[in-house]
């Protein structure tokens, strides 16, 4: 029989599908886990219109399949993702990958390639819904911001 | 009720949406072409989740309500119908929605029927951004060169007589009231006038000052004739192949 930190365990090897260098427990969009008669895994959408989302479903219930899991998603809007869920280890991460991570600042502290402050915005969007694009001011590299949401 | 107010909700958003993602492929730089349709992205994403509350209530699929319903079922403001335009008046637009549309989604956060009140709270901090990045472009183009202050003042000539219909009462928002759904839209007012009054003269624009407002298309009386040819484009394919899967 399964327990909940054994579906825990697998959820944390869900790579993101856009950033994979981050689960999907990493990205805050698990909500729940429940293990009753059945699994059930609650997840929470990022950006209202991100495609990603039922990748990441669709992932979720492969993986846990993978381990004989039979698992239910269920959706769940509110209370409303915030990157504020984004683990440590994620942040981290993110910025060992080249992503400066979410600041309540409203911008990245520092280039994630040289580490200097010297950066500016180049556009608040980016290449998914969750990234705006800047660029460092001395080692002259664009990068991806992940947005505070 | 629920139902033919969610399917004014995401009617807004998916005919705004989708006009966005008429950008897609031929914005005037890289950056502002995947800054429109990640914005055209959030809003139809938003549209989905009203048509799916407006489906549950009226028994039909979201995607039914969007691709087989002709334009007299619409239930969008006119404004958000509209054709594009250039990239001013597209982002003009985009700030007179904004600015009402932030507002609004925060009132809608104390409505009695939970549903619209989690859609609202997801979607609002979507269109926080939304406003931030429209207010500042407005403003750019505004108070840029002579070309583009010109084209900006055309535009706020085309537009405003449309702004007013998303803050008119009809009888179906005052209905709403009674059942604690939403508030009347024209309580967002006062609000909208601080917005756009403050980024119009950043933008050195002059506030029109009439109040002359089209209407008809949140009841459904009357669109413009630009909805059709719109629809025309977003359905053709599920009404040429009906029930298609991929």
């Excluded at chain 2, 809003?43 to 007299?72: C, M, P, T, V, Y």
């Excluded at chain 2, 007012?189 to 009439?210: F, H, N």
Aim: aromatic share 8%.
């Amino acid at each position: 029989m399964v327990g909940e930190a054994d579906i825990w365990a697998i959820l944390e090897t869900v790579p993101d599908p856009e950033i994979p260098v981050i689960s999907v427990v990493d990205l805050g969009v698990v909500r729940n886990v429940a293990v009753t008669d059945a699994v059930e895994v609650t997840v929470t959408p990022t950006y209202s219109g991100c495609p990603a989302m039922s990748v990441i479903a669709m992932d979720i219930e492969t993986a846990l399949a993978k381990q004989g899991v039979d698992a239910r998603i269920v959706t769940q809007l509110s209370p409303p993702w915030t990157t504020d869920w984004l683990s440590d280890k994620g942040r981290a991460r993110l910025e060992g990958y080249g992503i400066a991570p979410p600041r309540a600042a409203g911008g990245p502290e520092r280039c994630p390639h040289c580490q200097s402050a010297n950066v500016h915005r180049v556009s608040q969007f980016g290449s998914t819904p969750c990234k705006a694009q800047w660029r460092c001011g001395s080692c002259l590299e664009p990068f991806d911001y992940f947005k505070c949401l | 009720m629920l139902g033919e107010f969610a399917l004014r909700q995401g009617d807004n958003a998916l005919v705004l949406g989708h006009r966005l993602s008429e950008w897609c492929g031929v914005g005037p730089a890289l950056e502002e072409d995947i800054a429109l349709a990640n914005t055209a992205l959030d809003l139809i994403g938003q549209g989905k989740l009203w048509l799916e509350l407006a489906g549950e209530e009226l028994g039909q699929s979201a995607d039914d309500l969007a691709f087989l319903r002709d334009a007299h079922a619409y239930r969008c403001a006119l404004l958000v119908e509209l054709p594009n335009g250039d990239f001013g008046q597209t982002l003009l637009r985009e700030f007179f929605f904004d600015a009402f549309q932030l507002p609004w989604l925060h009132a809608l956060t104390g409505s009695s029927s939970p549903r619209v009140a989690e859609i609202a709270a997801k979607s609002a901090k979507e269109a926080a951004y939304h406003l931030e990045r429209s207010a500042e472009t407005v403003i750019a183009l505004g108070d840029g060169t002579e070309d583009s202050n010109a084209r900006m003042a055309t535009a706020l000539r085309y537009l405003w007589p449309y702004t007013g219909e998303l803050m008119l009462d009809t009888d179906a928002d005052r209905a709403c009231v009674e059942a604690g759904i939403a508030p009347l839209p024209s309580s967002i007012r006062g609000e909208w006038d601080r917005i756009v009054k403050d980024v119009l003269s950043q933008a050195m624009l002059t506030l029109p000052e009439s109040e002359f407002a089209h209407q008809g298309g949140r009841t459904g009386a009357r669109h413009t004739e630009h909805l059709g040819h719109m629809l025309a484009t977003m359905q053709v394919l599920p009404q040429s192949h009906p029930g298609a899967a991929w």
